[in-house]
């Protein structure tokens, strides 16, 4: 769900739906959706007839678009590659694909506030720790980060950059930690997680103060890994970096008063670099918006910077605009 507003019709849809079928419809969504939709349904209040109406209108118009391919894509996709490549060579790549494998322990995890699987997982083995966060989102690792003591912040970090993949035994050791809730064997590949780059993107969402001291204590232990780390990192302020055409696509998806809230922490480069990406008349409306926004809480300022971030490497994964990394070339 990319937007407010499919969110918003998600949740106007699923209300018309009666309990039992709505049920059946959260059932088969990540848990992250499933949030959203829960809180927009609990914020509804007096939805209009006519956006009842638009709301299943449109979702009448998109079942009528779809169609039967790709229904059971899986089992396709398994025996084919089976087929041409032989089970062992078929097995790593459907894995790599497809995300197979026992992980209803992780997957547990994913439903979870970030205290309580801090609390769950605080004693634990760093090493343990971070072969956990690396299975999960990166605002979600950061969070449970936050929420352990400075030592085995930094720590786990560490360990979350040299981390080389997950190895069978470290899979039956996750769990044991996760009372037999994901199964480990000699069957399970090693799964590619972890490393530099895991490390960097966790690291952008645990708030300025706590980069600082993780990154320092990561230096003290290898000053060149550290840098690595700084270079894979993508910041607010590393948005000057991005072509006007990158900002123009950006803004087009950033809801106007979370930019507004987002850009009082902002460089003066920065705001002006967004303002005369804007249309003329958006521009003035952003920059009076900026002017009559009093004081704010950095925290306040940060949670919408990172919910921009957030939005900015969707797009950059979809090919729709390029980030530089620090240290890489420009393109000429």
Do not use: C
Request: aromatic share 4%; net charge negative; charged share 30%.
């Amino acid at each position: 769900m990319a937007d407010d507003q499919g969110v918003d019709d998600g949740a106007v849809f699923l209300l018309t739906l009666g309990e039992e079928e709505a049920a059946n419809v959260l059932r088969h969504l990540p848990p992250r959706d499933v949030q959203k939709l829960g809180a927009a349904m609990a914020n509804m209040r007096n939805v209009p007839r006519d956006r009842i109406n638009a709301v299943l209108a449109r979702f009448h118009n998109d079942a009528q678009m779809q169609t039967g391919v790709g229904t059971d894509a899986d089992a396709y996709l398994r025996s084919v590659l089976t087929k041409a490549l032989g089970t062992d060579k078929a097995g790593f790549l459907i894995e790599r694909i497809l995300h197979t494998g026992d992980t209803t322990g992780i997957e547990s995890l994913k439903w979870m506030d970030p205290a309580s699987v801090a609390e769950l997982i605080r004693s634990e083995h760093p090493q343990i720790i971070a072969s956990i966060l690396v299975h999960l989102e990166a605002d979600q690792a950061a969070a449970i980060l936050n929420r352990l003591t400075d030592r085995l912040r930094s720590d786990v970090l560490l360990r979350i950059a040299t981390l080389d993949g997950i190895q069978p035994s470290a899979l039956r050791e996750l769990n044991d930690v996760l009372l037999k809730m994901l199964s480990g064997n000699e069957q399970v590949k090693r799964a590619k997680l972890g490393g530099i780059k895991t490390a960097a993107e966790i690291l952008n969402f645990v708030g300025t103060t706590s980069e600082a001291m993780i990154l320092e204590s990561v230096r003290g232990f290898d000053a060149d890994l550290a840098q690595k780390i700084v270079d894979e990192m993508f910041t607010f302020d590393n948005l000057n970096d991005v072509d006007d055409r990158g900002i123009q696509t950006m803004l087009r998806e950033v809801p106007n008063e979370v930019l507004v809230v987002a850009l009082k922490g902002a460089s003066i480069e920065l705001r002006e670099k967004m303002l005369r990406n804007m249309p003329k008349r958006a521009g003035e409306q952003l920059r009076d918006d900026l002017e009559a926004k009093g004081p704010m809480r950095v925290s306040e300022v940060e949670t919408q910077q990172k919910e921009i971030l957030k939005i900015v490497r969707r797009l950059a994964e979809e090919g729709q605009l390029v980030l530089t990394a620090a240290g890489e070339d420009d393109y000429v």
